[in-house]
């Protein structure tokens, strides 16, 4: 998976995510409940370098065809409309909005109405039983329709952080864009976005121990995927290794994944202890009261979790220090090293148990 950037929203439904990917949108290597395209007005032919002419290219799915008998047909009001349910796709329903670039200013203003129209037709889904928890899009409008890329992708992020935290079902949202310098544009106007600092930003190679380190981080994770089959096709455990293997991998990456990371491997057993939705530091502390992991192992993963709510919300510029260093992504890196030596100990454990 082509993960170039990560934006980690803490709701009261658990951590979600936005991730942005470089990527044909119309070939995913994921399954999402929706995909999200744009056209416009009544005008669905496969003009050449649009998304609606790789899907009838690439997966003989003709937006033309499926705009004539949609499931839901929501032109009239918010511009738009929801396939029927596709069985041998990525992608479970094809979303068309239409219009963007004639409604994305209303007068002299900007407006994001249309966006939030998008994620209310997210939430009409729901209503009507068709369960949404993932969904992919490229830069709505900015193709043909020639909508300015940065506008789109600031109002598509603020809204997108908005959907995520008061809808309980939605869990994550992708940006994919095949282009290369336009995923590099939305990555540059995300940062900026969430204010991020450049420690965050740094590359996390470069090193000669930290280097060292990941390797043996690389090798972990692949033990830990042969030991639970039901990890090889993970997306956390893809992107963190692919991320390592190019040594392309930012501190805010890291620090995002590896939260996930977490989350995943300590909620395994969640069904014998506690509910759904549970926050990181609740995992910790089951895990810390069930089991006889040693109490510096405790730290270990508490300075995992630390540093992933550093690089998640938004910090106090004045707070002392304001910034991390080398030093500190080695602190980081051991730390993870360690825990996946104390997971793959857990696990091999548990086996022997049994």
């Not at 470089?22 to 999200?36: A, M, Q």
């Not at 744009?38 to 003989?60: C, D, W």
């Not at 109405?113 to 009507?128: A, C, H, P, R, T």
Request: charged share 25%.
């Amino acid at each position: 998976m082509s993960l170039i950037n990560i934006i980690s929203i803490p709701t009261s439904h658990g951590i979600k995510n936005i991730e942005i990917h470089n990527e044909d949108i119309t070939s995913l290597p994921w399954k999402v409940d929706l995909l999200v395209i744009s056209a416009f007005r009544n005008a669905y032919r496969p003009s050449p370098g649009t998304v609606i002419e790789s899907l009838e290219k690439n997966q003989s799915v003709s937006v033309n065809e499926l705009s004539k008998n949609p499931l839901i047909d929501l032109r009239d009001t918010l511009n738009c409309f929801i396939s029927k349910e596709f069985s041998n796709q990525s992608f479970r329903h094809l979303v068309c909005v239409e219009g963007i670039s004639e409604r994305i200013f209303e007068g002299k203003k900007i407006s994001s109405k249309l966006f939030s129209d998008l994620f209310g037709i997210v939430s009409l889904l729901n209503y009507k039983g068709i369960n949404t928890t993932t969904l992919a899009m490229p830069l709505l409008g900015t193709g043909n329709q020639a909508a300015n890329p940065e506008l789109v992708t600031k109002y598509l992020v603020e809204k997108s952080i908005h959907a995520l935290r008061i809808n309980p079902n939605l869990q994550t949202i992708y940006f994919v864009e095949k282009s290369e310098e336009r995923a590099i544009l939305i990555d540059e106007t995300i940062n900026k976005l969430q204010k991020r600092s450049k420690d965050q930003l740094e590359l996390v190679f470069g090193n000669e121990e930290t280097d060292r380190i990941f390797n043996d981080i690389l090798k972990k994770l692949i033990i830990i995927q042969s030991i639970k089959p039901n990890l090889e096709e993970n997306d956390t455990f893809l992107s963190l290794i692919g991320k390592i293997n190019n040594k392309n991998l930012r501190f805010v990456e890291l620090a995002i994944l590896v939260r996930k990371l977490l989350e995943l491997l300590l909620s395994e057993n969640k069904e014998k202890t506690i509910e759904q939705n549970t926050s990181l530091f609740q995992y910790i502390m089951d895990l810390k009261s069930k089991t006889k992991t040693a109490n510096w192992m405790i730290s270990y993963i508490h300075t995992l979790r630390e540093f992933g709510n550093y690089i998640s919300h938004e910090h106090d510029s004045n707070m002392i220090p304001d910034c991390m260093d080398k030093e500190d992504i080695i602190v980081y890196t051991y730390s993870l090293n360690r825990f996946l030596d104390y997971y793959i100990s857990f696990i091999n454990n548990e086996a022997c148990q049994k």
